[in-house]
C-alpha cells in the first residue's frame, strides 16, 4: 500500500460542519462554515492511530443572517484578521461498539487551543470500482468563553443574548487519495 492510499481527503463538497448555540435563552441560532479542509492519515503497518486533522476559514461562516455573520467576523468576536482559521488535530482514538468512536483532539478557535472530545460514528463504502469513501457523523460541545469569545449581552429580565454552550455537529465524507 503506499503512503498515498493511507491518506482520506475530505470532500467539502459532500460534507458540512454546523453549530447552533442558543439565543435570548429560549431559541437557537444555526450555522454553518462553507470553506473547510481535513484529512486522515493511516498507518497501513497497524502503527498509532490515525491522524486526524481539519481546518475551518473563519470567514466563511453563515447564520442565515448577513448582518450577523459580518457582526460575527469583526474584532468583537471572532477577530477574523488576527484569527482566520479554526484548526482540529487529533491526539487519541478509542473504538467503542461497531462503527463508533471517541476522538481527543486539540482544538485552536479564536488563539486558544484546548481539548475536545468528539463522539462520532464512521462508515467505510466501496463504489465507483473500488474507489473508497469513509462518512462520518460526529458532535462535540464547547464552551465559547473557553476560546476567548466573552461577548454576550445580558437581558434586563436575566439570563444572557447569547449562550456559552456551543453544539458542534460534523457530517463529512472522506475519500481515499489515489
Do not use: C
Not at 54 to 81: A, C, H, N, P, W
Amino acid at each position: 500500500m503506499t503512503a498515498s492510499q493511507n491518506v482520506w481527503i475530505l470532500d467539502q463538497t459532500q460534507s458540512t460542519i454546523g453549530f447552533n448555540v442558543k439565543h435570548l435563552m429560549f431559541s437557537k441560532v444555526l450555522g454553518s462554515f462553507k470553506k473547510f479542509s481535513g484529512k486522515i492519515e493511516f498507518d497501513s503497518k497497524g502503527g498509532p492511530p490515525p491522524r486526524i486533522e481539519g481546518e475551518i476559514e473563519v470567514s466563511s461562516v453563515q447564520t442565515g443572517d448577513e448582518s450577523r455573520d459580518e457582526y460575527l467576523r469583526t474584532s468583537e468576536f471572532f477577530e477574523i484578521k488576527k484569527y482566520p482559521k479554526i484548526t482540529f488535530l487529533s491526539s487519541a482514538i478509542k473504538f467503542k461498539a461497531k462503527n463508533e468512536f471517541e476522538l481527543v483532539g486539540a482544538l485552536t478557535l479564536h488563539g486558544l487551543t484546548r481539548e475536545v472530545v468528539i463522539q462520532g460514528t464512521g462508515i467505510p463504502s466501496e463504489w465507483n470500482e473500488g474507489m473508497k469513501q469513509l462518512t462520518i457523523s460526529a458532535k462535540t460541545r464547547i464552551r465559547r468563553k473557553d476560546f476567548g469569545l466573552e461577548w454576550g449581552g445580558a437581558l434586563e429580565a436575566g439570563g444572557v443574548l447569547v449562550g456559552d454552550e456551543i453544539s458542534i455537529s460534523l457530517e463529512l465524507e472522506f475519500t481515499r487519495g489515489v
